[in-house]
């Protein structure tokens, strides 16, 4: 799992230490409310994934939709797959990917290769068409892939928005460490204890990729709007101040408070070198969803007009220069 490296943590810019013996208003831990054990499945033409959100109920993702994490898979030669064509209209789609590589192209024009640490954050908006696959070459050699797929509701007033497409690179992704070096935080998009990172979004969010070494602390300001979530992609630690334990494919679910408190065991498993954890939040919307296949609006006849829309072409056009596969 490479995302993003660096040698040394500690010559970064670093979030604020929260003292362990101060309590009351402004440092008060955020409690955790339930872990859930996400599914395995498969999407697309395939591929398998673990559905992070899965039996939660909405009120503690909003405004987030639907998450998956993809792989962790060792693909051998002609293995590798990803999705055909089609629609989407009422969110963002944001992939991450740690290891591997997935092209995109839209009917918009948007569209790229992202590999190890990059970022895609496509919003569909009013209704765009996407094909999400991995290049040519990977499908002959095979190769680990690896990566988390979130999506990010619009508020009724966005819905229509204009699509667009933001390709995020690695090296724009802000770096930071907490104050002991003991965790390397990836900022891809929001504000942290006054860094931001480089994701446009119309929703407030922050989304984190830690990486967190064994044996240590990580404690997180977190803005009091935000709800908060803790998906672990690999390893094993604790989370909250009650260090209620967790594992890969696990989701935590914090309640109100001020900072999130997420550990490292002293000891993982042979194959996994620290606690590999997506965090993230946001303010919630608070609107009706309703949802069906790759349309998310506010009611069932706004879903019901996004098929026909659709059916009628008016979602956009596959581009000429790209054949169906």
Not at 32 to 56: C, D, H, K, N, S
Not at 109 to 128: E, F, K, L, P, V
Not at 193 to 202: L, V
């Amino acid at each position: 799992m490479p995302a993003i490296t660096v040698d040394n943590p500690l010559a970064l810019p670093r979030v604020r230490e929260i003292p362990d013996d101060v309590a009351g208003p402004g440092n008060s831990p955020r409690p955790v409310l339930g872990v859930a054990t996400a599914p395995q499945g498969f999407e697309g033409e395939g591929f398998p994934v673990r559905r992070a959100f899965a039996g939660v109920d909405q009120r503690f993702l909003d405004p987030f939709i639907h998450m998956d994490q993809m792989g962790e898979v060792q693909y051998a030669p002609g293995e590798p797959k990803g999705t055909d064509w089609h629609p989407h209209r009422g969110f963002e789609t944001v992939t991450y990917i740690m290891d591997g590589i997935f092209d995109h192209q839209d009917s918009n024009g948007g569209g790229g290769s992202i590999t190890n640490g990059d970022t895609q954050w496509m919003t569909a908006g009013g209704g765009i068409l996407h094909i999400e696959r991995p290049p040519e070459h990977l499908v002959v050699s095979g190769g680990l892939f690896h990566g988390v797929q979130l999506w990010v509701n619009l508020p009724a007033d966005d819905k229509r928005a204009h699509p667009r497409y933001q390709d995020i690179g690695s090296e724009h992704i802000t770096l930071l460490s907490t104050p002991d070096g003991g965790a390397l935080l990836r900022l891809i998009a929001g504000d942290l204890d006054g860094h931001s990172g480089p994701g446009s979004t119309y929703t407030p969010i922050t989304l984190i990729h830690a990486t967190i070494a064994p044996g240590a602390e990580v404690k997180l300001p977190w803005d009091k709007r935000f709800n908060a979530l803790a998906y672990v992609l690999a390893g094993d630690g604790s989370v909250g101040a009650d260090r209620h334990p967790v594992t890969t494919g696990r989701l935590a679910v914090f309640g109100e408070g001020d900072h999130l408190t997420l550990r490292a065991d002293e000891t993982q498993d042979s194959r996994t070198e620290a606690m590999e954890v997506f965090i993230l939040g946001g303010e919630p919307i608070r609107e009706p969803i309703a949802m069906y296949g790759p349309f998310v609006m506010n009611t069932k006849a706004e879903v019901l007009e996004a098929f026909e829309d659709f059916q009628a072409g008016r979602l956009g056009t596959i581009p000429a220069d790209h054949e169906r596969r």
